[in-house]
């Protein structure tokens, strides 16, 4: 990616005086009426166009001289369009054929529009265009040779649009001075062609694109050059010894490439570079100790190499440099740099390293924002000089040796402007300061994983901005504090495996951040993306958190020796997302307004003292992902259904008063939790004939229950009849039961050609708990391997159908006809007594929702994939959408299913019509789930195609951004993921929308595009969507996956 605050003036002079050189054209006699060709071919032009902020104004004036963007100059004694500069004019629409009658034009420039489609032109007319720019826009398609016959071409920009093709295909351009094609999807091999023909060549930018090879060919350009930007493409090799003849380079730009070798001391002879960009590349060895003869550089960036040795010491004279990045290499040996020469030092990351000793003293930079030296094996006190880092505003140095945690804190109170300081994995073994002044401006502050001694210390309350707290894995002890609790801003606390004492204060319900979104701050991100190393366990393996927007809003208290109760307020705070109070002292009962917390993620109160019941309510936590109250002294029934379909009997081992179908049935005595009988009571009062009679009903009691549980395992041993589906007797048995008998339908398409009751029960273990592999509105699902070895996935709906047989045979039969490769493909049903199976293909990687949410082992899918993912499920819901005509009605990540090759498959569609036959109308249970629901369905309440779309939009930005649709943001008034996307778009913050996982600017137009089109899915006016159809054109446009 071109870094364009580093670049300096030479490309946008040389732009510049192009553009003098065409207005110099029209300073010649004003002109009163334009060519009447001229006037026909623009109005054909903006008929092709639409929603532009210039077309209605070119309507009202006949002129088309006086039209904005339009200059004319004098041709040959006629007035003649010479200049059409409609760029940022929120055009959309096609690029008309129109364009070649304006065949006196010198400069067009379309560019920062959302133009579409191909080039229908044949551009060998413009014989005087100089500047053709075309840049961000959604062209696409091969350009081959388009802009053949561009003889006076001096700068050509396609840059940021959707053209394929090979690069080796662009034309011979001999006046052409800048040529960029950026962030396309050209591929082939790069031999530099473009520079035999372009022997002025001095802008030369194919960054972002597919291209192969190596630099072999770069002796092809002249010394002229002075910008190369070949990053992230596919190129590799060793340097060549021609680029460093090009002795004119002022930016060289080669990173996210598979460069390897070591850098070559010739680089000194590029004694004009500015900015020097190596990143993400597979180079190893020294740095050359060179640097001296680059006196003009201000960017130098080789992080994520096998970069090894000392820092070269001739960095020292780069005075003008203002980044230095060389985070994550081998770089070994002290800091011993002489930092007082570099005065104009913006931002150091030296993070990763293997350097030694104590902290570079000669650190002064009055421009110094950021710095991190995370990770390293520095040692020693932080220096005092460090003091006058006055504009420093991100600092970590965790992961390191260092000591002396009272000074550096008064060392560092004296930043003023310091947002983010990690401190953490250093001081170890030392006291906790009392006494600290500043750090008014502090936001983030992690100093966990130290092994402090000492309290929680008060000066903290005065962090008034304080939004992360991490003082975790140390040996604090004492009180929680109750001013905690005041701290408007505090989302994120981790107190966790301290050895904290007394009650959880109250105050702590009080935290505003947790209660409402409207109290977040308005931006916790760190400056450039550098990572917050933040580590939460001893063994230092725990989280690192790259963006401080990925902390999710938490309360973490665990391991500590608190007491008392859990307070009946916590439920106030709705926003949290983690609540773990595990391994303390605490006593009394699970509040129930917990239930009320529906953001809920994670709530652990195992190994406490707790007692009472689980509340029922807590069903209702649909985003619960991670539950355990293991070893307290609960009793009663755990409650059913909902996300309680999912945990483990770990959740809950140790409570020997719990009952359920998790771990074992629940007894009349189970389910009543008073202290004493009521019958006990009063059995003074009765007479001996009374306790006889109690004695033998309950004795002819259990002989009956006897009775009938070996008449049933009987009649199981003796294979007449399959049992019913709960794993206990206790249900009482269904009228329906006796009269219906079983029936199993497989359809043509059934993988599934010889398949009984039996063997659908016996494949599910009886549809036992541990077969439960996914639940949703519609009931649970199961996984069933049958006796042909092929897996399937039954679903056992909930709640009574509403259909009759016939009807309901038929409606599953035409859901059998939907098939599609990207829908799951329905193979039969069955029916056995009143319960209804639908019999469905397995896919083997589950949904994209446990990928995206819940994957335990930290992985995550790769762009590729994820782009994969969202063509198929449109695929799929368009064939929804145009064969059988059926409105999914509940468009979400988790009924995206995902097979062996990770393609998607929708399911759950036509559910709806199953068990709602008579309901054309959207209800509170038919709706959809919360985040996908389309602003609209709150008034019409009539489920749509066009709600489709605006939940495949919200789908795609979790693809895009990792986060659930409900996921609490950061910003002010941000409630949701899709105004929170819109937020950070309107404040010119995209690239903090896109997970860091995938987040590469080898993939950023892919990126970018796919939020374009997600942001179109999710408008406010269903009118305005795309059809599904239209985003499948799209998303295909964007690149082809290759199938796995």
Known sequence: MVIWEFLPMSFLCWVFLAYLFCTSLSLETPVQTCHPNDLLALKEIAGNLTDGVILSAWSNEPNCCKWDGVVCGNVSAQSRVIRLNLSRKGLRGVVSQSLEKLDQLKLLDLSHNHLEGGLPLDLSKWKQLEVLDLSHNVLLGPVLRVFDGLESIHSLNISSNLFTGNFSEFGEFPNLVAFNTSNNSFTGSFKFEICSFSKKLKVLDISLNHLTGDLGGLDNCSSLLQQLHVDSNDLGGHLPDSLYSMTSLEQLSLSANNFSGQLSPQLSKLSKLKSLVLSGNRFHGLLPNVFGNLTLLEQLAAHSNRFSGPLPST???????????????????????????????????????????????????????????????????????????????????????????????????????????????????????????????????????????????????????????????????????????????????????????????????????????????????????????????????????????????????????????????????????????????????????????????????????????????????????????????????????????????????????????????????????????????????????????????????????????????????????????????????????????????????????????????????????????????????YKAELPNGIKAAIKRLSGDCGQMEREFQAEVEALSRAQHKNLVSLQGYCQHGSDRLLIYSYMENGSLDYWLHERVDGSSLTWDIRLKIAQGAARGLAYLHKEPNIVHRDIKTSNILLNERFEAHLADFGLSRLLHPYDTHVTTDLVGTLGYIPPEYSQTLTATFRGDVYSFGVVLLELLTGKRPVEVCRGKNCRDLVSWVFQLKSENRVEEIFDTSIWDTSYERQLLEVLRIACQCIVQDPRQRPSIDQVVLWLEAIGSVKER
Not at 504 to 512: A, C, F, H, R, S
Not at 703 to 728: K, M, N, P, T
Not at 754 to 759: F, G, H, M, P, Q
Request: some cysteine; aromatic content about 8%.
């Open 315 to 781: 960095i020292s004279y780069l005075s003008v440099l203002r980044v230095l990045d060389l985070r994550n290499n081998s770089l070994s040996g002290p800091v011993d740099l002489d930092f007082t020469k570099l005065t104009s030092l913006c931002t150091l990351d030296l993070a990763t390293n293997h350097f030694k000793g104590n902290l570079p003293v000669s650190l002064s930079s009055r421009e110094l924002k950021i710095m991190s030296l995370a990770k390293n094996e520095f040692t020693g006190p932080i220096p005092e000089n460090y003091a006058n880092l006055s504009s420093l505003v991100f600092l970590s140095l965790s992961n390191n040796s260092l000591s002396n945690l009272s000074g550096a804190l008064s060392v560092l109170q004296h930043c003023r402007n310091l947002s983010t300081l990690i401190l953490t994995r250093n001081f170890r073994g030392e006291e906790i300061p009392k006494n600290v002044s500043g750090f008014e401006n502090l936001m983030i502050f992690a100093l966990g994983n130290c092994g402090l001694d000492g309290r929680i210390p008060i000066w903290l309350y005065n962090c008034s901005k304080l939004q992360v707290l991490d003082l975790s894995w140390n040996h604090l002890d004492g009180e929680i504090p109750p001013w905690i609790g005041e701290m408007e801003k505090l989302f994120y606390l981790d107190f966790s495996n301290n050895s904290l004492t007394g009650e959880i204060p109250k105050n702590l319900t009080d935290l505003k951040s947790l209660i409402s979104p409207h109290n977040y701050a308005s931006s916790l991100n760190s400056p450039t993306g550098i990572p917050l190393f933040v580590k939460r366990n001893q063994s230092g393996s725990g989280l690192q958190y790259n963006q401080a927007s990925s902390f999710p809003p938490s309360i973490l208290l665990s391991n500590n020796r608190l007491n008392g109760t859990i307070w009946p307020e916590i439920g106030r705070l709705k926003q949290l997302h983690v609540l773990d109070l595990s391994k303390n002292n605490i006593t009394g009962t699970i509040p129930s307004s917990i239930s009320n917390m529906g953001n809920l993620e994670v709530l652990d109160l195992s190994c406490n003292d707790l007692n009472g019941s689980i509340p029922a309510s807590f069903n209702k936590l649909t985003f619960l992902s991670k539950f355990n109250v293991a070893n307290n002294h609960l009793q009663g029934a755990i409650p059913t259904g909902g996300q309680f379909l999912s945990f483990p009997n770990s959740s809950f081992d140790g409570n020997p008063g719990l009952c359920g179908k998790i771990i074992s049935p629940c007894a009349a005595s189970n389910l009543d939790l008073r202290p004493a009988s009521p019958l006990a009571s009063s059995s003074s009062r009765l007479g001996r004939g009374g306790i006889i009679g109690i004695t033998i009903s309950i004795g002819v009691g259990i002989a009956l229950l006897l009775a009938i549980v070996l008449l049933r395992v009987s009649r199981r041993d003796a294979g007449h009849q399959i049992g019913d589906f709960e794993e206990d007797f206790s249900r009482p048995p269904r009228s329906s039961d006796t009269f219906v008998p079983s029936k199993l339908v497989l359809f043509q398409n059934s993988d599934c050609k010889e398949l009984t009751v039996a063997d659908l029960l016996k494949s599910t273990n009886n549809f036992n708990q541990s077969n439960i592999v996914g639940c949703g509105g519609f009931g649970l699902v």
